[in-house]
């Protein structure tokens, strides 16, 4: 609060007592009652009661405003301000305060059914997604136990059918990382080997070639976590190739850490794009012109990168290659 804003507030009932002092040293003297000189002292004696009773004022609103702003920077939640703060003693901040805390009140239970809607709007979305998985589960078990070109087709769109459920899953997960992780040492072989043949039939369809460089390295993780997030990227870099394509995965130590490289010779991510590929629902121009796309798969990556204390960057050229690079820092986490 400044102290012009607060003068201007206060205008109207700083001109009434100056207009009052006018009048009334202008009648004293007009009747008799005083001279000029005492009619002079009641109004400098008027002024400075006036003057010291404004500043005295101003300086306990500004106090009593400071201590909220400095209650409201130590919140996390900004909307409890008035249920930390005590009840002010003046009877207009007491008009506010109990308006404030109505308002906070209603706020708090519109908080809580949203809540309660996304908690068991996430369970729902979980067990639908374990339920399917079933179906699933039998029909590639089906397509594996009769193997012919159709079947292998079948097989083909059955691992995407089961990329988008997972995507689903991991996405309504995404808010709550750290209550369904386990950070442990971790043989980057295993998430990387788990990506590639969860997409097998995949590579076989698009005639991918796949290279595995230096995997011989430990991280601290969560495998789970970590071979989601390089399924994502697997499966832009087949869907985004071009004739005879190629991916090379490989690892090397480097800087306090493991920098995971995930390299393809695809159509590349035009200049413009590249520093937006991790935004939510961005698909730039390679998903406009080729294919429809969610834009969701590389922004789940980055999600939960952060999530796991991971970095995630890319480098690319169009029509030449694109790069994915994610770095596992060691001496974050505790051994389990």
């Given at each position: 609060?400044?102290?012009?804003?607060?003068?201007r507030?206060r205008?109207?009932?700083?001109?009434?007592?100056?207009?009052?002092a006018?009048?009334?040293?202008?009648?004293?003297?007009?009747?008799?009652?005083?001279?000029?000189?005492?009619?002079?002292a009641?109004?400098?004696?008027?002024?400075l009661?006036?003057l010291?009773?404004t500043?005295?004022?101003?300086?306990?609103?500004k106090?009593?405003f400071?201590?909220?702003?400095s209650?409201?920077?130590?919140?996390e939640?900004?909307?409890l301000?008035?249920?930390?703060?005590?009840?002010?003693y003046?009877?207009?901040?007491?008009?506010?305060?109990?308006?404030?805390?109505?308002?906070?009140?209603?706020?708090?239970?519109e908080?809580?059914?949203?809540?309660?809607?996304r908690?068991?709007?996430k369970?729902?979305i979980?067990?639908w997604v374990?339920?399917?998985?079933?179906?699933?589960?039998a029909?590639k078990?089906?397509c594996?136990?009769?193997?012919?070109?159709t079947?292998r087709?079948?097989?083909?769109?059955?691992e995407k059918t089961?990329n988008?459920?997972?995507?689903?899953?991991?996405?309504?997960?995404?808010?709550q990382?750290?209550k369904?992780y386990?950070i442990?040492e971790?043989?980057?072989q295993?998430p990387?080997?788990?990506?590639?043949?969860?997409?097998?039939?995949?590579?076989i369809q698009s005639?991918?070639?796949?290279?595995?460089?230096?995997?011989?390295?430990?991280?601290y993780?969560?495998?789970?976590?970590v071979?989601?997030?390089?399924n994502?990227i697997?499966?832009?870099?087949?869907?985004?190739?071009r004739?005879?394509p190629q991916i090379?995965?490989s690892?090397i130590?480097?800087?306090?850490?493991?920098?995971?490289?995930?390299?393809?010779n695809?159509?590349?991510?035009a200049?413009?794009?590249?520093?937006r590929?991790?935004?939510?629902?961005?698909?730039g121009r390679?998903?406009?012109?080729?294919?429809?796309?969610?834009?969701?798969g590389?922004?789940?990556?980055?999600?939960l990168c952060?999530?796991?204390?991971l970095?995630?960057r890319?480098?690319s050229?169009?029509?030449?290659?694109?790069?994915i690079?994610?770095?596992?820092?060691k001496?974050?986490?505790?051994?389990?």
């Open positions: 609060m400044t102290l012009g804003g607060f003068l507030d205008a109207g009932f700083l001109a009434v007592h100056l207009l009052g006018v009048l009334t040293a202008a009648y004293l003297l007009l009747s008799g009652s005083c001279t000029l000189a005492q009619a002079e009641l109004l400098a004696g008027w002024g009661l006036l010291g009773g500043a005295w004022s101003y300086q306990s609103r106090r009593y400071q201590r909220l702003e209650t409201l920077e130590g919140l939640q900004k909307y301000l008035s249920e930390v703060t005590g009840r002010p003046r009877a207009e901040d007491r008009a506010h305060y109990d308006i404030l805390r109505a308002c906070g009140r209603s706020m708090l239970e908080i809580t059914r949203v809540r309660r809607e908690s068991e709007y369970e729902y979980e067990g374990h339920e399917v998985k079933t179906p699933i589960a029909m078990l089906t594996e136990n009769h193997r012919a070109d079947s087709r079948i097989l083909a769109e059955l089961e988008y459920v997972e995507q689903v899953l991991f996405y309504a997960r995404s808010e990382v750290e369904d386990l442990r971790l043989p980057l295993i990387v080997s788990g990506a590639l043949i969860r997409n097998k039939q995949l590579f005639g991918a070639g796949v290279t595995v460089e230096g995997l011989d390295c430990q991280v993780s969560d495998g789970k976590w071979e989601f997030i390089l994502q697997l499966i832009n870099a087949v869907k985004y190739r004739e005879k090379r995965i690892a130590e480097e800087g306090g850490g493991v920098t995971l490289e995930v390299w393809d695809g159509a590349g991510i200049p413009e794009d590249l520093p590929i991790f935004d939510k629902g961005f698909t390679n998903g406009r012109e080729e294919e429809k796309s969610t834009g969701i590389l922004y789940l990556c980055r999600r952060l999530k796991l204390g970095t995630i890319a480098e050229v169009p029509e030449s290659y694109t790069r690079l994610i770095f596992f820092p001496g974050t986490f505790v051994k389990v």
